[in-house]
Structure formats: structure tokens, C-alpha cells
């Protein structure tokens, strides 16, 4: 529970904020309804196994620290927002791409990004230092596989080809490990006399 709060969080900053800024400062509305809906079929699809996901728990009584949560939580949503509107920058201002193809490019962004979230939130150090649960790494690799085809072939949105797609990916992946290292100097801002998200009584 813990792990999908900070999860759902951080991606409704990252998502609401993108959209909604993307909107007032650039007046670009950048994805359709229809990459909104397959989003979040793709996303609730994979996210249902992260209960059955690797976690540490603590032997004693806990309540949840909301400050300690919802700041981590905001911290690491408010880097995956700027990750959209790095993308965002990408394909206008780089690779000078039409807005149809811009939005392709920010609905696999937006996909992949956000499943990788699900890395950096699930664990309270490293992305690594807790193994991930086979089931929740084969649902995040089959709907990321799917959305990768939909924008590859332009399924129901402009296809992007593999190429593009491919720059997606590399972005998103570098991306992710800086998000995991942005997560660990929350937790250090935001650390109190007890370690963890939790405060133990």
C-alpha cells in the first residue's frame, strides 16, 4: 500500500502537471484521449501485481508519516514532470517533429516513464536493493512492449518508427536513473530520527 501510494502520487503530479502546463504556457494540448485512455488501461493493468511485489516490512506497529510521504512523493513526481517536458523539448526543438509525431513520442514517454516510476517508488534505498517480484517485472515488460508497438506502428495515434521509439527508451532509461537518485536525496531531506517512510511507535 505503501509502494502504490507514493506510486499514484508522484504520477499524478507528473501527469496532471505536464498536461496542464503544457496547456496554459504552450498552449499545446500534448496527448489525445485516446493515449489518456490507453494509459491508463496499460498502467492499471501492470500496476494491480505490485501487491504481490518484494517488499521489507518492520516488525513492530507503523503509521504512515504524510509529510515524509507526500513530500518524497511530490519530489519524485515533480522529476518525472520535467522528464515530459524534456521529451517534449526533444521532439520540437531538436528533431523539429510535426505535433502529431510530438505526441506519439510524449504518449511512449509518458508510458514507459511512468512504469519505471513504479521502480524508483518501490523501494526506500536503490532501485536495486530489493529484488522486484517476477510477476510484477513481466507485467511492467509486456504492457511497456505493447505501448512501444501502438506508438512504433501508430496504432489509434501517428506512428514513430523504431528509431524514434528507440530514442524514447534510451531517454527514459537514463532518466530513470537519475529519478532513483533524486528519490535518495529526498529521503535524505526529509529523513527523521527514524529511518524509512514510516515512523515507528
Known sequence: MLNYSIYRIAETV???????????????????AIMIVLLAILNDG????????????????????MKQLLGIASIIGAFAMLRSFGILYLSNGILNLDQDTIRTMVYLNLSIGGHL??????????????????????????????????????????????SYAGIVWGYCLLLFLIQDRVKLA????????????LVKH
Open 14 to 32: 507528473a501527469l496532471l502537471g505536464f498536461i496542464t502546463l503544457s496547456i496554459i504556457i504552450f498552449n499545446f494540448y500534448p496527448v489525445t
Open 186 to 197: 529526498a529521503r535524505r531531506i526529509f529523513a527523521r530520527e527514524h529511518s524509512g517512510y
Open 117 to 162: 516510476t513504479v521502480f524508483v517508488a518501490r523501494t526506500r534505498g536503490p532501485f536495486w536493493s530489493i529484488s522486484t517480484a517476477r510477476i510484477l517485472l513481466i507485467a511492467v515488460i509486456g504492457t511497456q512492449i505493447v505501448a512501444t508497438i501502438i506508438a512504433v506502428y501508430g496504432i489509434l495515434m501517428k506512428p514513430i518508427g523504431w
Open 46 to 65: 501492470a500496476i494491480l501485481s505490485i501487491a504481490y511485489d518484494n517488499v521489507h516490512y518492520s516488525s513492530q506497529p507503523e503509521i504512515w508519516d
